[in-house]
Each structure stands twice: as C-alpha cells, then as structure tokens.
C-alpha cells in the first residue's frame, strides 16, 4: 500500500517536472523569457540539484560531508573538457555519461576511507577533499586554471 502512494507522488512530480520544462521551452520560444533569465533559471536549477544530493547525505543518512562541490567540479569539467574536443550531439551524451562516471570514481576514492569518520571528523575530510580538488583543477592546464574553460558549444538550453 505504502509502495502505491509513493508511485502516484512520484508520478505526479514527474508530471509537474515535464509541464516545467514545456513551459520553460514555450515561454523562450515566445520570447517572454530572454537569455538573461534562462541562465539564471538554469543556475537555480543546477543549485537545486545540488541542494537535493547534499540533503541526502545530511538528511537521510545524518552525516555532514561537505564534499559535493568538488565531486560537482569533477564531473563537470570532465564533460566540458570532451565536449569541447569533439563538439558533436553524440558527445555531448556520452559526456553527460563520463562526467557522471567520473564523479562517482571521484567520491568513491575519497568516500571509502572517509566513510569510516563521524561528526566534524567526516566534514572536516569531506572538506579538505573539496578543496583539494579545487586546487588540482586550478593547477591543470587542460582546465584552463582559474580562468575556467570557455567555447564549450551548447547542445542543450
């Protein structure tokens, strides 16, 4: 029984999801939302994601890890990086596919040893990984350093 309500809550905020997206496509192709404002709504919409995976970990599994960010940067740079070599729609997808396997070998490698801590001990860990991630990608030049990467073609809005 519990199964059957979930579904159809789960059902009805796909629906919502996809009407959102309909929506979003129709009020650009009418011109009512301008570039200004589909950045900043894909922004929210990037934030959203994040704060949903951080309350995951903080809220159902009760541990403070601060380490999201980074394990983000990782996977977002390496589908930036391939994409921007070979600048197609097949490898925007496989990109897609890349950067999401490259951040959960990311996680994995720093999850595995940092699982075993508690309290401020895993977010102090969580921390110190994210930040060391941060400079790794800040010393690469394949990532354009501080500067970050630019002319990465767009094949979704």
């Given at each position: 029984m519990i199964l059957k309500a979930?579904?159809?809550?789960?059902?009805?905020w796909l629906i919502l999801m996809v009407a959102g997206f309909y929506l979003m496509n129709t009020?650009?192709?009418?011109?009512?939302?301008?570039?200004?404002?589909e950045n900043m709504?894909?922004?929210?919409?990037?934030?959203?994601?994040?704060?949903?995976?951080?309350?995951l970990v903080i809220g159902f599994a009760g541990q403070f890890s601060l380490g999201?960010?980074?394990?983000?940067?990782?996977?977002?740079y390496a589908t930036a990086i391939i994409i921007s070599k070979t600048p197609t729609a097949g490898a925007f997808y496989l990109s897609i596919i890349?950067?999401?396997?490259?951040?959960?070998?990311?996680?994995?490698?720093?999850?595995i040893p940092t699982l075993r801590l508690r309290g401020?001990?895993?977010?102090?860990?969580?921390?110190?990984?994210a930040e060391i991630i941060r400079i790794i990608i800040n010393n690469l030049?394949?990532?354009?350093g501080p500067s970050g990467m630019f002319n990465i073609p767009q094949f979704a809005t």
């Open positions: 979930n579904l159809k809550y789960n059902i009805c009020l650009i192709l009418v011109g009512v939302i301008d570039s200004f404002l709504v894909v922004t929210i919409g990037i934030n959203i994601i994040l704060a949903v995976g951080l309350n999201h960010a980074g394990f983000m940067a990782v996977g977002a890349v950067g999401v396997i490259v951040a959960i070998v990311a996680a994995l490698v720093v999850g401020d001990y895993l977010a102090i860990a969580t921390m110190g990984a030049k394949i990532t354009n």
